[in-house]
T-cell receptor, first 113, second 115 residues
Framework: LAKTTQPISMDSYEGQEVNITCSHN???????ITWYQQFPSQGPRFIIQ???TKVTNEVASLFIPADRKSSTLSLPRVSLSDTAVYYC??????????????FGQGTTLQVKP | GAGVSQSPSNKVTEKGKDVELRCDPI?????LYWYRQRLGQGLEFLIY????????KSGLPSDRFSAERTGESVSTLTIQRTQQEDSAVYLC?????????????FGPGTRLTVL
């Protein structure tokens, strides 16, 4: 499974756009990139998943360059409630025999007023 | 519909006792996962069930840990002869198959404290 590297922590202010970058140099051809958000005392929550280029949903955007060795989660106009730990994961889906996803330490985002 | 549920929400036990944790996945989800999260740490994969296939047990830390799943429904995680190092939140998640498999839905977790 491809290993991911992301910053341990980030600070931001309300209303700003936040970009969290994750490195995954050993990503495999059939790997997808998935991001989760975790609030204190709760289980993680799926945010977004992508394979290449750009994916956007109502919560965030995910940018993936052509070489797919990194990805950037973009949160527009963050609020205090976006303070959480954000995990970047890389792994196969679908017909692959393993469903294992490796959650690293994540990035702790602190949004300040 | 209902999400993933886990019971008990909290469990305090004495060192050396056995504990059993329960997970009820979302109906229709063929994949089920167990994770462990120690205080201030990331999630540690324990075991993965997919339909009728043999489970992926590669994350179980020792032979004191075991898990079972009944068909595509309830799963139980059993820890025998608990140790203080087993204290953590145990999270269960379920997902659909195919391209949606990486979209895991997590339960609220069971907080285990071993005295």
């Amino acid at each position: 499974l491809a290993k991911t590297t992301q910053p341990i922590s980030m600070d931001s202010y309300e209303g700003q756009e936040v970009n969290i970058t994750c490195s995954h140099n050993n990503i495999a051809t059939n790997d997808y990139i998935t991001w989760y958000q975790q609030f204190p005392s709760q289980g993680p929550r799926f945010i977004i998943q992508g394979y290449k280029t750009k994916v956007t949903n109502e919560v965030a955007s995910l940018f993936i360059p052509a070489d797919r060795k990194s990805s950037t989660l973009s949160l527009p106009r963050v609020s205090l409630s976006d303070t959480a730990v954000y995990y970047c994961l890389v792994g196969p889906h679908g017909s692959s025999n393993t469903g294992k996803l490796i959650f690293g330490q994540g990035t702790t985002l602190q949004v300040k007023p | 519909g209902a999400g993933v549920s886990q019971s008990p929400s909290n469990k305090v036990t004495e060192k050396g006792k056995d504990v059993e944790l329960r997970c009820d996945p979302i109906s229709g989800h063929t994949a089920l996962y167990w994770y462990r999260q120690r205080l201030g740490q990331g999630l540690e994969f324990l075991i993965y069930f997919q339909g009728n296939s043999a489970p992926d047990k590669s994350g179980l830390p020792s032979d004191r840990f075991s898990a079972e799943r009944t068909g595509e429904s309830v799963s139980t995680l059993t820890i025998q002869r608990t140790q203080q190092e087993d204290s953590a939140v145990y999270l269960c998640a379920s997902s659909q198959s195919g391209i949606r498999r990486n979209e895991q839905f997590f339960g609220p977790g069971t907080r285990l404290t071993v005295l």
